[in-house]
T-cell receptor, first 110, second 116 residues
Framework: RKEVEQDPGPFNVPEGATVAFNCTYS??????FFWYRQDCRKEPKLLMS???SGNEDGRFTAQLNRASQYISLLIRDSKLSDSATYLC???????????FGSGTRLQVQP | DVKVTQSSRYLVKRTGEKVFLECVQD?????MFWYRQDPGLGLRLIYF???????EKGDIPEGYSVSREKKERFSLILESASTNQTSMYLC???????????????FGPGTRLTVL
């Protein structure tokens, strides 16, 4: 099983829609998570950090389900500018480096 | 504002050439990383460094080496470039949380390397 698994998508949604995607992780010891956003041909940038059961930042909500070992990202009222690839990253406290998921591509259409 | 810069945005090299990719960060971060990113494979860690002159192999170190002589600079070296090393190379840095734990990573703009 891969350490981090994400549906590659693409998720095609109209502007204003609510969209959610999941990320499953294999290391049950992971305590914290990051969601990164990567625009086409650009570098990844931190979107949000999740240190407990979840986090909310404006239109973005991340929720952690430890029992089932997945973390979700919910985007409400999608904007065209939300079109990007979203990378899930669990923080493994036993390792110095991060393991990035391969990402879920979101395309918001007018 | 954290800034991570990479020496080139685009690079074209020939098979067998020695290639140097340079990365500089200006936030006094302890940790620095080199990744390659390929379609469908995501970001894969090549090497990382948690201190000057310290380095650790990532998941795919074969064919690569690194150098960290100064805290702000982390170099990736392809000793003899091959066509399967054509990829996007991304450098990142992060502060340390102590106990060697890494935290939020800040990425450079990437170098798209083509090996002919």
């Amino acid at each position: 099983r891969k350490e981090v698994e994400q549906d590659p998508g693409p998720f095609n949604v109209p502007e204003g829609a609510t969209v959610a995607f999941n990320c499953t992780y294999s290391n049950s010891a992971s305590q914290s998570f990051f969601w990164y956003r990567q625009d086409c041909r650009k570098e990844p940038k931190l979107l949000m950090s999740v240190y407990s059961s979840g986090n909310e930042d404006g239109r973005f909500t991340a929720q952690l389900n430890r029992a089932s070992q997945y973390i979700s990202l919910l985007i409400r009222d999608s904007k065209l500018s939300d079109s990007a690839t979203y990378l899930c990253v669990p923080l493994d406290t036993g390792r110095r480096a991060l393991t990035f998921g391969s990402g879920t591509r979101l395309q918001v259409q007018p | 504002d954290v800034k991570v810069t990479q020496s080139s945005r685009y690079l074209v090299k020939r098979t067998g050439e020695k290639v140097f990719l340079e990365c500089v960060q200006d936030m006094d971060h302890e940790n620095m990383f080199w990744y390659r990113q390929d379609p469908g494979l995501g970001l894969r860690l090549i090497y990382f460094s948690y201190d000057v002159k310290m380095k650790e192999k990532g998941d795919i170190p074969e064919g690569y080496s690194v150098s960290r002589e100064k805290k702000e600079r982390f170099s990736l070296i392809l000793e003899s470039a091959s066509t399967n090393q054509t990829s996007m190379y991304l450098c990142a840095s992060s502060p340390s949380l102590g106990q060697g734990l890494t935290h939020t990573q800040y990425f450079g703009p990437g170098t798209r390397l083509t090996v002919l």
